[in-house]
Protein backbone atom coordinates (compact mmCIF):
# COMPACT_ATOMS: atom_id res chain seq x y z
CA UNK A 1 0.00 0.00 0.00
CA UNK A 2 1.33 3.48 -0.93
CA UNK A 3 -0.82 6.01 0.69
CA UNK A 4 1.89 8.92 0.51
CA UNK A 5 1.07 11.18 -2.74
CA UNK A 6 4.38 13.81 -3.46
CA UNK A 7 2.41 17.43 -3.57
CA UNK A 8 2.69 17.98 -7.34
CA UNK A 9 3.92 21.87 -6.46
CA UNK A 10 6.70 20.94 -4.07
CA UNK A 11 9.92 19.96 -4.53
CA UNK A 12 10.88 18.21 -3.39
CA UNK A 13 8.75 15.33 -1.95
CA UNK A 14 9.19 12.89 0.51
CA UNK A 15 9.27 9.14 -0.28
CA UNK A 16 11.32 7.81 3.25
CA UNK A 17 7.91 6.07 3.93
CA UNK A 18 7.97 3.86 1.16
CA UNK A 19 8.06 0.43 2.30
CA UNK A 20 11.04 -0.08 -0.20
CA UNK A 21 13.01 1.91 2.89
CA UNK A 22 11.73 0.22 5.41
CA UNK A 23 14.90 -2.23 6.21
CA UNK A 24 16.85 0.75 5.85
CA UNK A 25 15.44 4.13 5.50
CA UNK A 26 18.33 6.23 6.72
CA UNK A 27 19.56 6.70 3.05
CA UNK A 28 16.37 8.37 1.91
CA UNK A 29 16.77 10.72 5.28
CA UNK A 30 20.06 11.50 4.23
CA UNK A 31 18.63 12.68 0.25
CA UNK A 32 16.19 14.81 1.64
CA UNK A 33 18.04 16.51 4.00
CA UNK A 34 20.62 17.81 1.37
CA UNK A 35 17.68 18.56 -0.86
CA UNK A 36 15.86 20.86 1.44
CA UNK A 37 15.25 22.37 4.37
CA UNK A 38 11.40 20.60 4.30
CA UNK A 39 9.98 18.03 1.91
CA UNK A 40 5.98 18.18 0.98
CA UNK A 41 3.55 14.87 0.74
CA UNK A 42 0.09 13.88 1.23
CA UNK A 43 -1.18 12.18 3.71
CA UNK A 44 -4.45 11.24 1.77
CA UNK A 45 -5.62 14.92 0.90
CA UNK A 46 -3.92 16.43 3.48
CA UNK A 47 -0.48 18.27 2.69
CA UNK A 48 1.78 17.80 5.36
CA UNK A 49 5.43 19.46 5.33
CA UNK A 50 8.02 16.70 6.42
CA UNK A 51 11.14 17.73 8.65
CA UNK A 52 14.45 16.08 8.42
CA UNK A 53 16.91 18.29 9.46
CA UNK A 54 18.20 18.97 12.98
CA UNK A 55 18.01 22.40 13.80
CA UNK A 56 14.38 22.78 12.20
CA UNK A 57 13.05 19.02 14.05
CA UNK A 58 14.63 21.24 17.44
CA UNK A 59 13.07 24.13 16.80
CA UNK A 60 9.44 22.66 16.65
CA UNK A 61 10.16 19.78 19.26
CA UNK A 62 11.11 22.34 21.48
CA UNK A 63 8.64 25.65 20.71
CA UNK A 64 4.87 26.36 22.25
CA UNK A 65 4.15 27.40 19.21
CA UNK A 66 3.80 24.18 18.26
CA UNK A 67 1.80 21.32 19.31
CA UNK A 68 -1.53 18.34 18.44
CA UNK A 69 -4.23 20.86 18.48
CA UNK A 70 -6.62 18.08 18.94
CA UNK A 71 -8.73 19.70 21.82
CA UNK A 72 -8.01 23.23 19.73
CA UNK A 73 -10.46 21.38 16.84
CA UNK A 74 -7.40 22.69 14.09
CA UNK A 75 -5.20 19.08 13.51
CA UNK A 76 -5.58 17.95 9.80
CA UNK A 77 -3.93 14.87 11.25
CA UNK A 78 -6.69 11.92 11.84
CA UNK A 79 -5.65 9.77 15.19
CA UNK A 80 -8.67 7.98 17.60
CA UNK A 81 -5.70 8.04 20.25
CA UNK A 82 -6.19 11.59 20.98
CA UNK A 83 -9.53 10.96 22.18
CA UNK A 84 -8.80 8.57 24.88
CA UNK A 85 -9.03 10.39 28.35
CA UNK A 86 -5.46 10.64 29.71
CA UNK A 87 -3.52 9.84 26.73
CA UNK A 88 -1.61 13.51 27.44
CA UNK A 89 1.13 12.67 25.06
CA UNK A 90 -1.69 14.42 22.41
CA UNK A 91 -2.82 17.03 24.36
CA UNK A 92 -0.99 20.61 24.50
CA UNK A 93 -0.53 22.91 27.85
CA UNK A 94 -2.32 23.23 29.81
CA UNK A 95 -4.28 20.51 29.81
CA UNK A 96 -1.38 18.37 29.41
CA UNK A 97 0.55 20.09 32.35
CA UNK A 98 -2.38 18.59 34.73
CA UNK A 99 -1.92 14.99 33.72
CA UNK A 100 2.01 15.12 33.10
CA UNK A 101 2.05 16.93 36.95
CA UNK A 102 -0.06 14.09 38.32
CA UNK A 103 2.20 11.16 36.37
CA UNK A 104 4.86 13.07 37.74
CA UNK A 105 4.13 12.61 41.38
CA UNK A 106 3.63 8.97 40.18
CA UNK A 107 6.56 8.13 38.27
CA UNK A 108 9.24 10.10 40.72
CA UNK A 109 13.68 9.54 40.16
CA UNK A 110 13.45 8.28 43.71
CA UNK A 111 10.62 5.64 42.35
CA UNK A 112 12.26 4.52 39.06
CA UNK A 113 16.17 4.73 40.63
CA UNK A 114 14.60 2.03 43.04
CA UNK A 115 13.89 -0.54 40.31
CA UNK A 116 17.31 -0.89 39.36
CA UNK A 117 17.99 -3.90 41.46
CA UNK A 118 14.71 -5.26 40.37
CA UNK A 119 15.78 -4.78 36.40
CA UNK A 120 19.32 -6.15 36.86
CA UNK A 121 17.36 -9.58 38.74
CA UNK A 122 15.41 -9.88 36.18
CA UNK A 123 17.77 -10.12 33.44
CA UNK A 124 19.83 -12.36 35.01
CA UNK A 125 17.10 -15.16 35.61
CA UNK A 126 16.16 -13.91 32.01
CA UNK A 127 19.75 -14.73 30.26
CA UNK A 128 19.89 -18.04 32.64
CA UNK A 129 17.08 -19.44 30.93
CA UNK A 130 18.26 -18.03 27.06
CA UNK A 131 21.91 -18.90 26.84
CA UNK A 132 21.98 -22.61 27.86
CA UNK A 133 20.82 -23.26 24.63
CA UNK A 134 23.48 -21.82 22.69
CA UNK A 135 21.50 -19.06 20.69
CA UNK A 136 19.67 -15.85 22.04
CA UNK A 137 16.50 -13.94 20.42
CA UNK A 138 17.52 -10.96 22.20
CA UNK A 139 13.75 -9.95 20.90
CA UNK A 140 11.90 -12.63 22.46
CA UNK A 141 14.02 -13.92 25.14
CA UNK A 142 15.44 -10.67 26.51
CA UNK A 143 13.64 -7.63 25.37
CA UNK A 144 10.50 -8.70 25.18
CA UNK A 145 9.96 -10.39 28.63
CA UNK A 146 12.18 -7.86 30.38
CA UNK A 147 9.41 -4.98 29.24
CA UNK A 148 6.39 -7.33 30.13
CA UNK A 149 7.97 -7.94 33.42
CA UNK A 150 8.73 -4.17 34.36
CA UNK A 151 6.20 -2.22 32.24
CA UNK A 152 3.59 -4.82 32.68
CA UNK A 153 4.36 -5.96 35.96
CA UNK A 154 6.12 -3.30 38.46
CA UNK A 155 4.36 -0.18 36.72
CA UNK A 156 0.78 -0.96 35.54
CA UNK A 157 0.79 -3.86 37.89
CA UNK A 158 -0.43 -6.95 35.47
CA UNK A 159 -0.06 -10.11 37.42
CA UNK A 160 2.28 -12.28 35.58
CA UNK A 161 -0.76 -14.93 34.08
CA UNK A 162 -2.21 -11.84 31.84
CA UNK A 163 0.80 -10.66 30.46
CA UNK A 164 1.75 -12.12 27.64
CA UNK A 165 -1.98 -10.60 25.94
CA UNK A 166 0.07 -7.04 26.68
CA UNK A 167 2.44 -8.15 23.96
CA UNK A 168 -0.17 -8.45 21.17
CA UNK A 169 -2.50 -5.60 22.61
CA UNK A 170 0.59 -2.89 22.57
CA UNK A 171 1.95 -4.04 18.77
CA UNK A 172 -1.37 -3.76 17.66
CA UNK A 173 -1.87 -0.24 19.26
CA UNK A 174 1.88 0.97 18.11
CA UNK A 175 1.21 0.18 14.51
CA UNK A 176 -1.65 2.21 14.37
CA UNK A 177 0.00 5.30 15.54
CA UNK A 178 1.45 5.48 12.65
CA UNK A 179 -0.81 8.28 10.25
CA UNK A 180 -4.41 6.42 9.53
CA UNK A 181 -3.59 7.88 6.17
CA UNK A 182 -0.64 5.38 6.08
CA UNK A 183 -2.46 1.93 7.73
CA UNK A 184 -4.08 -1.02 5.55
CA UNK A 185 -7.38 -1.30 6.44
CA UNK A 186 -6.85 -4.51 8.76
CA UNK A 187 -4.01 -2.28 10.69
CA UNK A 188 -7.04 -0.25 11.71
CA UNK A 189 -9.37 -3.19 12.69
CA UNK A 190 -6.86 -4.69 14.35
CA UNK A 191 -5.95 -1.09 16.87
CA UNK A 192 -9.70 -0.81 17.43
CA UNK A 193 -10.17 -4.29 18.46
CA UNK A 194 -6.84 -4.10 21.07
CA UNK A 195 -7.92 -0.90 22.25
CA UNK A 196 -11.25 -1.82 23.23
CA UNK A 197 -10.16 -5.02 25.08
CA UNK A 198 -6.83 -3.27 26.64
CA UNK A 199 -9.03 -0.70 27.62
CA UNK A 200 -11.42 -3.47 29.46
CA UNK A 201 -8.88 -4.95 30.68
CA UNK A 202 -7.05 -1.99 32.53
CA UNK A 203 -10.76 -0.42 33.78
CA UNK A 204 -10.56 -3.93 35.87
CA UNK A 205 -7.60 -3.44 36.71
CA UNK A 206 -7.94 0.12 38.35
CA UNK A 207 -11.29 -0.93 40.01
CA UNK A 208 -8.55 -3.59 42.04
CA UNK A 209 -6.33 -0.99 42.76
CA UNK A 210 -8.66 1.56 43.97
CA UNK A 211 -9.84 -1.26 46.51
CA UNK A 212 -6.68 -3.07 47.26
CA UNK A 213 -3.52 -1.00 46.28
CA UNK A 214 -0.37 -2.85 45.85
CA UNK A 215 3.58 -2.22 45.38
CA UNK A 216 3.20 -0.81 41.35
CA UNK A 217 2.94 2.58 39.93
CA UNK A 218 -0.35 1.86 38.69
CA UNK A 219 -1.51 2.19 42.74
CA UNK A 220 0.42 5.16 43.31
CA UNK A 221 -1.60 6.48 40.31
CA UNK A 222 -4.48 5.81 41.29
CA UNK A 223 -4.36 7.28 44.91
CA UNK A 224 -2.06 10.34 43.95
CA UNK A 225 -3.95 13.66 44.47
CA UNK A 226 -2.65 17.67 43.52
CA UNK A 227 -4.53 20.87 45.02
CA UNK A 228 -7.57 18.01 45.27
CA UNK A 229 -7.18 17.07 41.66
CA UNK A 230 -7.37 13.38 41.13
CA UNK A 231 -7.45 11.39 38.46
CA UNK A 232 -10.69 10.17 36.86
CA UNK A 233 -11.01 5.90 35.89
CA UNK A 234 -11.00 6.81 32.18
CA UNK A 235 -8.19 8.74 32.63
CA UNK A 236 -6.38 6.25 34.39
CA UNK A 237 -7.09 3.75 32.10
CA UNK A 238 -6.00 5.91 29.23
CA UNK A 239 -2.75 6.55 31.24
CA UNK A 240 -2.18 2.91 31.26
CA UNK A 241 -2.71 2.19 27.38
CA UNK A 242 -0.21 5.06 26.77
CA UNK A 243 2.24 3.38 29.82
CA UNK A 244 1.69 0.06 28.03
CA UNK A 245 2.82 1.11 24.46
CA UNK A 246 5.45 4.02 24.98
CA UNK A 247 7.16 1.99 27.30
CA UNK A 248 6.91 -1.23 25.67
CA UNK A 249 8.27 0.11 22.56
CA UNK A 250 10.95 2.14 23.95
CA UNK A 251 12.61 -0.49 25.95
CA UNK A 252 12.07 -3.29 23.48
CA UNK A 253 13.51 -1.45 20.28
CA UNK A 254 16.73 0.15 21.83
CA UNK A 255 17.71 -2.92 23.18
CA UNK A 256 17.43 -4.72 19.79
CA UNK A 257 18.60 -1.63 17.85
CA UNK A 258 21.47 -1.19 20.25
CA UNK A 259 22.58 -4.49 20.42
CA UNK A 260 22.35 -4.71 16.28
CA UNK A 261 24.40 -1.66 15.42
CA UNK A 262 27.12 -3.46 17.88
CA UNK A 263 26.98 -6.74 16.41
CA UNK A 264 27.38 -5.24 13.36
CA UNK A 265 30.17 -3.00 14.36
CA UNK A 266 32.85 -5.04 15.87
CA UNK A 267 35.36 -2.37 16.80
CA UNK A 268 32.66 -1.14 18.75
CA UNK A 269 31.38 -4.34 20.74
CA UNK A 270 35.47 -4.80 21.69
CA UNK A 271 35.57 -1.13 22.77
CA UNK A 272 32.54 -1.29 24.93
CA UNK A 273 33.37 -5.14 26.55
CA UNK A 274 36.75 -3.60 27.02
CA UNK A 275 35.31 -0.27 28.38
CA UNK A 276 32.62 -1.12 30.09
CA UNK A 277 32.05 2.69 31.54
CA UNK A 278 31.13 3.90 28.27
CA UNK A 279 27.87 2.46 28.35
CA UNK A 280 26.05 5.73 28.88
CA UNK A 281 27.55 6.98 26.04
CA UNK A 282 26.92 3.98 24.06
CA UNK A 283 23.13 4.21 24.82
CA UNK A 284 23.45 7.77 23.88
CA UNK A 285 24.59 6.60 20.89
CA UNK A 286 22.26 4.33 19.90
CA UNK A 287 19.53 6.08 20.61
CA UNK A 288 21.03 8.67 17.99
CA UNK A 289 22.29 6.17 15.27
CA UNK A 290 18.89 3.93 15.24
CA UNK A 291 16.64 5.32 16.85
CA UNK A 292 13.00 3.63 18.17
CA UNK A 293 10.97 6.44 17.79
CA UNK A 294 11.41 7.94 14.07
CA UNK A 295 9.20 10.65 14.00
CA UNK A 296 6.19 11.99 15.13
CA UNK A 297 3.59 14.82 14.39
CA UNK A 298 2.98 18.76 15.12
CA UNK A 299 0.57 21.25 14.24
CA UNK A 300 1.08 25.20 13.95
CA UNK A 301 -0.84 26.12 17.32
CA UNK A 302 -0.38 30.04 15.81
CA UNK A 303 1.09 31.60 12.60
CA UNK A 304 4.89 30.75 12.75
CA UNK A 305 8.22 30.47 10.80
CA UNK A 306 10.45 27.32 10.64
CA UNK A 307 13.20 26.80 7.98
CA UNK A 308 11.92 29.32 5.94
CA UNK A 309 8.59 28.80 5.18
CA UNK A 310 5.76 30.32 6.87
CA UNK A 311 3.43 27.93 8.59
CA UNK A 312 -0.66 28.83 9.62
CA UNK A 313 -2.72 28.48 12.54
CA UNK A 314 -3.90 24.53 11.86
CA UNK A 315 -1.08 23.89 9.04
CA UNK A 316 0.65 20.10 10.16
CA UNK A 317 4.24 18.66 10.23
CA UNK A 318 5.83 15.63 10.06
CA UNK A 319 9.34 15.85 12.81
CA UNK A 320 11.93 12.53 11.43
CA UNK A 321 14.00 12.63 14.90
CA UNK A 322 15.74 9.76 13.20
CA UNK A 323 16.58 11.81 10.04
CA UNK A 324 18.14 14.53 12.59
CA UNK A 325 20.26 12.23 14.60
CA UNK A 326 22.03 12.09 10.82
CA UNK A 327 22.37 15.41 10.45
CA UNK A 328 25.84 15.73 9.12
CA UNK A 329 26.01 19.89 10.28
CA UNK A 330 25.66 18.51 13.90
CA UNK A 331 27.11 15.21 14.35
CA UNK A 332 30.33 14.84 12.16
CA UNK A 333 30.58 11.63 9.88
CA UNK A 334 26.66 10.80 11.23
CA UNK A 335 26.39 7.34 9.45
CA UNK A 336 29.25 6.08 11.29
CA UNK A 337 28.35 4.37 14.98
CA UNK A 338 30.67 5.56 17.68
CA UNK A 339 29.79 4.69 20.97
CA UNK A 340 32.54 7.20 22.36
CA UNK A 341 30.14 10.26 20.99
CA UNK A 342 28.35 10.72 23.41
CA UNK A 343 31.75 10.40 25.87
CA UNK A 344 34.32 12.82 27.66
CA UNK A 345 34.64 16.87 28.44
CA UNK A 346 32.87 17.72 25.14
CA UNK A 347 29.91 15.27 24.24
CA UNK A 348 27.80 15.71 20.66
CA UNK A 349 25.09 17.90 21.33
CA UNK A 350 21.94 16.06 22.87
CA UNK A 351 19.91 14.05 20.47
CA UNK A 352 16.31 13.86 20.08
CA UNK A 353 15.70 10.25 20.40
CA UNK A 354 13.03 11.00 24.13
CA UNK A 355 12.23 14.65 22.34
CA UNK A 356 12.72 18.12 23.58
CA UNK A 357 10.20 20.43 25.55
CA UNK A 358 6.78 19.65 27.34
CA UNK A 359 6.95 16.42 25.53
CA UNK A 360 10.19 14.92 26.65
CA UNK A 361 9.75 11.05 27.05
CA UNK A 362 8.66 10.67 30.61
CA UNK A 363 9.58 6.91 30.33
CA UNK A 364 13.48 7.60 29.32
CA UNK A 365 14.85 6.89 32.72
CA UNK A 366 13.52 3.60 32.74
CA UNK A 367 14.18 2.80 29.29
CA UNK A 368 17.68 3.81 29.86
CA UNK A 369 18.03 1.70 33.34
CA UNK A 370 17.08 -1.40 31.20
CA UNK A 371 18.63 -0.87 27.98
CA UNK A 372 21.75 -0.34 30.59
CA UNK A 373 21.40 -3.97 32.02
CA UNK A 374 20.06 -5.74 29.59
CA UNK A 375 22.91 -5.09 27.37
CA UNK A 376 25.27 -5.12 29.57
CA UNK A 377 24.52 -8.55 30.93
CA UNK A 378 24.39 -9.89 27.91
CA UNK A 379 28.03 -8.95 26.52
CA UNK A 380 29.42 -9.60 29.75
CA UNK A 381 27.75 -13.43 29.78
CA UNK A 382 27.98 -14.02 26.17
CA UNK A 383 31.49 -13.20 25.35
CA UNK A 384 31.17 -14.57 22.02
CA UNK A 385 27.97 -12.80 20.79
CA UNK A 386 27.32 -12.61 17.61
CA UNK A 387 24.58 -12.35 14.43
CA UNK A 388 23.38 -15.83 13.85
CA UNK A 389 22.47 -16.56 9.83
CA UNK A 390 19.22 -14.86 8.49
CA UNK A 391 17.97 -12.31 7.22
CA UNK A 392 16.36 -9.33 9.60
CA UNK A 393 12.90 -8.45 9.72
CA UNK A 394 10.99 -5.28 10.92
CA UNK A 395 7.89 -4.55 12.25
CA UNK A 396 5.53 -2.73 9.74
CA UNK A 397 5.64 0.25 12.13
CA UNK A 398 6.74 3.87 10.61
CA UNK A 399 7.06 5.31 13.74
CA UNK A 400 8.30 2.47 16.03
CA UNK A 401 11.65 0.95 14.44
CA UNK A 402 12.29 -2.29 16.28
CA UNK A 403 13.49 -5.92 14.67
CA UNK A 404 10.88 -8.98 14.55
CA UNK A 405 13.32 -10.97 15.52
CA UNK A 406 17.28 -10.63 16.63
CA UNK A 407 18.57 -13.70 16.58
CA UNK A 408 22.37 -14.89 17.89
CA UNK A 409 24.97 -16.67 18.76
CA UNK A 410 26.37 -17.45 22.02
Avoid at 149 to 164: H, K, N, Y
Avoid at 218 to 228: F, I, P, Q, R, T
Avoid at 348 to 353: C, M, P, S, T, Y
Wanted: hydrophobic residues 45%; proline residues 8%.
Amino acid sequence: MTAVHTDPEAVPGFDAFEPVHRADPYPAFRRAREASAACSLRLGDVPVTVFTRYEECATILSSPQWGHGYRAGISPFRDPGARIPGSFVRMDPPEHGRFRSLVNKAFTPRTVASLVPVVERVVESLLDAALDRGEVDVIADLAVPLALTMIGGRVLGVPAPDRPALRGWELAIARGTDPDELLPPDAVAARSLAARDCAAYFAGLVAQRRAEPADDLLSALVLVEEHGDRLTEPELVGICMLLLVAGMETSINLIGNGVLALLRHPDQLALLRARPGLMASALEEMLRYDLPTQFTIRVALSDTEVGGRRFARGDGVIVVMASAGRDGAVYPDPDRFDITRFDGPTPARRHLGFSLGVHYCLGAPLARIEASAAIGALLRRAPDLALASGELSYLPSLIHRGLVRLPART
